[in-house]
Structure formats: structure tokens, C-alpha cells
């Protein structure tokens, strides 16, 4: 029988089959998944076959896992070498972010697009918590929204608390499978509870952002919309893998650099202190922003780093 992992806790699983029955799940034995080393074996989002372990008590074994389409990572925080994996099988993907309590960096939400240009998934960028902007978070939500449009990303701004843009969120949801991420306290969960009211997923004390970093949902987890579609909520992250990139593949998945890059004088030029380098010349003209160039620069880095 087949079926689609809706949540996952690392040691069991919740599943569906093709007929909307649901079965707590185990794995029989060891799972050993193509070349990756993750640390878990099964996420949500993956499609798997099932065998009945006990009638009585509705559970089963998952005895095969079917090829991924696509997956996103995150590092575990135990050990960088390795990494989780956070779901798979996604249409797109939702980066909630937010500019105040607490505040995303353009570093990580540069990370996080690099990852989703490397594994192809679409991502769209929504700034929560726009009841909270003053002046000062206004101007920043309309500079980073030109940035992102200009290479192409859809930038949203919503307020969960006022009601406001709820539901153009939603709509991009519609017959799809979306993965919602983002550091942890942006309001993923809330956003889910404004879909489906009766859930009531634990959500951060109505005191709201501690400062603290606390991750309020511990384990990813698959619901189903009732317009179409299906959308997953996920422990607040802290960083993205970079797992599988190269120093030299990393400026393929900046959309703004990848169309120059055959201009560049050297065909291997890395873009930092080369001679006739297309990608830079784009950056002293303003053609490309000076935030996304220092964000390459500090991907590169980190990559670097990691190769030691
Ligand atoms: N002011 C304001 N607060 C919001 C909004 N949306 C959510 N919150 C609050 O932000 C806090 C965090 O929301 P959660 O939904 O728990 O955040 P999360 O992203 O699921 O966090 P993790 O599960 O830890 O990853 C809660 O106290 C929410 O009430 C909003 O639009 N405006
Ligand atoms: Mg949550
Ligand atoms: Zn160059």
C-alpha cells in the first residue's frame, strides 16, 4: 500500500494512504537512503509503501521509500557535517520572515533562497507581523521587496494578528504541496491555526516574542488544506544546510548573477578580486545590491570553511 508521511518525530510516523486513512507508522530495521547522510531516514512529505503490522491497533511498517523529488535541509545542531532532513516532495516554499520580534537577517533569507535555487523549489517571501511596522521596518520591507522582485522572488507582507493579507497567502497555497520556514517565533504555526481554526496548534505565549529563540513546534507536520493542497509546518530553523554547493556552483543559484556569469573574463572567476568581472562591474553600477553581493561573499565563506 502506498502512502505520503504527514508528520515525523524521528523514532515514529504519521501516515496517510491514497484513501485519507491515516496509520502511526514505524520502520522495520535499518533504512539506508541513496548517497546522503542525514540524520533521519524518513521526513514528511515523503511517499512511501506501508505494510499492516497490526490491524487492531491501525499501525504499520514502512518498508520502501520512493524516490524524492526534492528536499530541503537544515544543519544539525549537533553536528554541521550533518544534516536533517525537513521535508520533501514541496511545490514551493514559504520563507516567513519578520523585521521586528524577532528579526530575520537578509543572510539567512539569502541562504534560505540559495538552498531552494540549488534543490529547484519556488520559494516566496512573506514578511509577518506587519502590524508592527513603524517608519523605519516600512522602509526596510519596501527596499528588500525591490530587491526581490527585481531577481524574480514574490515578496508579501501580512499581518496574521490584523487580519491583513492572510488570505493572498492562501491563495498560492491552492493545489499545492508548500513548506513554510523561517526562523522560529515568526508565526508559522499561527498562520496555520488562521487556516484551520480547530487545530489549535500550540502556538508562542500570547506574550509574544521572548527574545529567547524558543522553538514552540518541535516536529514537522503535514496538514491538508480543504480548498486543495497541502501545507507544512516546521520547527523554527536557525540555519539552512548548504550541504552539496560548491564555491564555484554558488553563484549559479543567485538569479540576478547567474545571467552574467559567461561575461566574466575567466570562466571559473569566483567574483571577488578577478580582472573583468562582469558580476562586479553589475555590483559598482547598482545592477546588482550590495546586501546580495555581501551575502555571496559570505556563503563562499562558509563553504570554504567547511572543505577544511
Ligand atoms: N504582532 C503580531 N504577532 C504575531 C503575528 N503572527 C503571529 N504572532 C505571534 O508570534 C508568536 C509566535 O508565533 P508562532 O506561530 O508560535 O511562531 P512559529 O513560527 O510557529 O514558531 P516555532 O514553532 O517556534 O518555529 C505568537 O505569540 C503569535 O501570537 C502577527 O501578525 N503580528
Ligand atoms: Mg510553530
Ligand atoms: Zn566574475
Redesign the pocket.
Same mark, same amino acid.
Given at each position: 500500500m502506498k502512502a505520503t508521511v504527514y508528520k515525523s518525530t524521528g523514532s515514529w510516523y504519521v501516515v496517510k494512504n491514497e484513501y485519507g486513512e491515516t496509520f502511526n507508522a514505524r520502520i522495520k530495521g535499518k533504512f539506508k537512503i541513496d548517497e546522503i547522510t542525514s540524520t533521519n531516514p524518513i521526513a514528511v512529505g515523503d511517499y512511501v509503501e506501508i505494510e499492516m503490522e497490526n490491524e487492531g491497533e491501525g499501525s504499520v511498517v514502512i518498508n520502501k521509500i520512493i524516490d524524492r523529488k526534492n528536499y530541503i535541509t537544515r544543519q544539525s545542531p549537533h553536528n554541521k557535517h550533518q544534516h536533517h532532513i525537513v521535508a520533501s516532495n514541496l511545490d514551493q516554499s514559504l520563507l516567513?520572515a519578520?523585521l521586528k !520580534?524577532p528579526k530575520t537577517s537578509q543572510g539567512f533569507i539569502d541562504r534560505f533562497l540559495v538552498t531552494s535555487e540549488a534543490y529547484q523549489i519556488p520559494s516566496v517571501l512573506i514578511f509577518?507581523?506587519?502590524?508592527?511596522f513603524r517608519k523605519k521596518e516600512e522602509e526596510k520591507f519596501e527596499e528588500l521587496k525591490t530587491i526581490y522582485e527585481a531577481i524574480g522572488y514574490k515578496v508579501m507582507a501580512? =499581518?496574521?494578528?490584523?487580519n491583513?493579507g492572510v488570505d493572498e497567502v492562501k491563495d498560492l497555497l491552492k493545489n499545492k504541496v508548500t513548506l513554510?520556514s523561517?526562523?522560529? $517565533?515568526?508565526?508559522? =504555526?499561527?498562520?496555520?491555526?488562521s487556516t484551520f481554526p480547530e487545530l489549535k496548534?500550540?502556538?508562542? !505565549?500570547?506574550?509574544?516574542?521572548s527574545g529567547k529563540?524558543?522553538?514552540?513546534?518541535?516536529f514537522a507536520e503535514m496538514f491538508d488544506l480543504p480548498f486543495g493542497g497541502t501545507v507544512i509546518?516546521?520547527? $523554527?530553523?536557525r540555519e539552512f544546510a548548504l550541504m552539496d554547493i560548491s564555491k564555484n556552483e554558488l553563484s549559479h543559484y543567485f538569479p540576478e548573477m547567474r545571467s552574467l556569469l559567461n561575461e566574466c573574463q575567466f570562466n571559473n572567476c569566483m567574483h571577488i578580486n578577478e580582472p573583468d568581472c562582469a558580476v562586479k562591474e553589475a555590483v559598482n553600477s547598482g545592477g546588482i545590491a550590495t546586501d546580495r553581493y555581501v551575502s555571496y561573499l559570505t556563503l563562499l565563506d562558509s563553504i570554504k570553511e567547511k572543505s577544511w
Open positions: 516567513f519578520t !520580534d509577518n507581523k506587519a502590524d508592527l501580512m =499581518s496574521i494578528e490584523k491583513i513554510l523561517g526562523h522560529s $517565533g515568526v508565526g508559522k =504555526s499561527s498562520f496555520i491555526n496548534l500550540k502556538t508562542q !505565549d500570547v506574550s509574544g516574542w529563540g524558543l522553538h514552540t513546534t518541535t509546518d516546521t520547527p $523554527g530553523l
